[in-house]
């Protein structure tokens, strides 16, 4: 059974730092993309960041030059965040699409969420 863990969220001032990790358990064959979306209260989700199994990255443009998203390891992925703003205040989620075997259709999990306020 495939869950993701995420951590790393929590309150913090503009300007500053935070870095949120998924972990991936469970077992399966590889990952592919896996990304971040954030979700803002009355606001559709949104795509932040996302990096494929080759390790090409893409952000949303209002993130471009301060969030970074890279893979620490094989099961977990994680995303810098820096010179935070209050309108990056949302609930982030990863998204991960994996194979769970050889030869098996990709699935896609996401992660339980976890709040990022940013605030002084």
């Known amino acids: 059974q495939v869950q993701l863990v995420e951590s790393g969220g929590g309150l913090v001032q503009p300007g500053g730092s935070l870095r949120l990790s998924c972990a991936v358990s469970?077992?399966?064959?590889?990952?592919?993309?896996v990304g971040w979306y954030r979700q803002a209260p009355g606001k559709q989700r949104e795509l932040v960041a996302s990096i494929s199994s080759g390790s090409s990255t893409n952000y949303a443009d209002s993130v471009k030059g301060r969030f970074t998203i890279s893979r620490d390891n094989a099961r977990t992925v994680s995303l810098q965040m820096n010179s935070l703003k209050p309108e990056d205040t949302a609930v982030y989620y990863c998204?991960?699409?994996?194979?769970?075997?050889?030869?098996?259709?990709?699935?896609?999990?996401w992660g339980q969420g976890t709040q990022v306020t940013v605030s002084s």
């Open positions: 469970g077992r399966f064959f590889s990952i592919s993309a």
């Open positions: 998204n991960v699409n994996l194979y769970p075997a050889i030869a098996a259709a990709r699935e896609s999990y």
